[in-house]
């Protein structure tokens, strides 16, 4: 594993190994800001579900998804593993998205909040917003609210936002926090929503029962974290 900046990884290991690593990030970030070795090996256990996507090479537009869960002991298998789909170019290289691509960026990152189209389903525990015809996303890099959700009613969202309320793919979906400083142009809307049969612009998908079966599963007390990465 090569930790090549906080919160970004280039993994070049076998899938099983994948788990580990991501784990072993989390402490390394707690040294990073300050902590001692014990503070570390103390917080890691604190992210208590971990979900990995790992395609098999930095073109495939497939990935296999798994979701793990800590026993306070081990981490053991929740979900999957599940066929999910990533961007139409495949995964991003380290340093390597950008605003516009069809790529997924590498790295381990939280989840911010849920939304869709269709009224939150039960059993999610994460904060819902309903996607309605004026939401939409700022994707852009000149725009003051870049990576943003905005109510395009209430304030500017950019040139050529991203609709929300899209469907099929934004009946439900799960943002994942890309990018939550909003540096120009290292791209945005990174989500993990349902699948459409096709690869996704740069998000991870899943078909709809699979992805119901993650939102529903995600606490954000336990913090989960999501890794996604090009493993060999």
């Not at 208590?48 to 298998?77: E, F, N």
């Not at 998908?205 to 890794?227: E, F, M, N």
Request: aromatic residues 10%; positive net charge.
């Amino acid at each position: 594993m090569a930790i090549d900046e906080v919160g970004h990884l280039a993994f070049h290991m076998r899938p099983g190994r994948l788990l580990a690593a991501a784990v072993a990030l989390i402490a390394a970030l707690a040294l990073l800001s300050g902590g001692t070795a014990a503070a570390a090996a103390s917080t890691a256990p604190a992210v208590r579900q971990m979900i990995t996507v790992t395609a098999k090479s930095y073109g495939s537009t497939y990935a296999t998804l798994t979701a793990y869960r800590w026993t306070g002991r081990a981490w053991v298998r929740a979900l999957g593993p599940w066929t999910a789909r990533i961007g139409a170019d495949g995964m991003a290289r380290p340093h390597a998205k950008i605003e516009g691509d069809d790529l997924t960026p590498q790295g381990t990152y939280g989840f911010s909040f849920m939304f869709g189209v269709l009224p939150k389903p039960s059993g999610v525990t994460f904060s819902w917003y309903h996607a309605y015809s004026y939401d939409v996303w700022d994707d852009d890099p000149a725009s003051a609210r870049y990576n943003l959700w905005t109510d395009k009613r209430h304030a500017w969202p950019g040139r050529n936002p991203e609709p929300m309320h899209n469907v099929p793919a934004y009946d439900y979906a799960a943002v994942i926090a890309y990018n939550t400083a909003r540096t120009p142009g290292l791209g945005s809307a990174i989500f993990l929503h349902v699948g459409t049969g096709s690869a996704t612009g740069g998000c991870v998908s899943l078909p709809t029962a699979q992805l119901l079966s993650v939102l529903r599963w995600l606490r954000p007390a336990d913090s989960p974290r999501i890794t996604m990465a090009v493993v060999r």
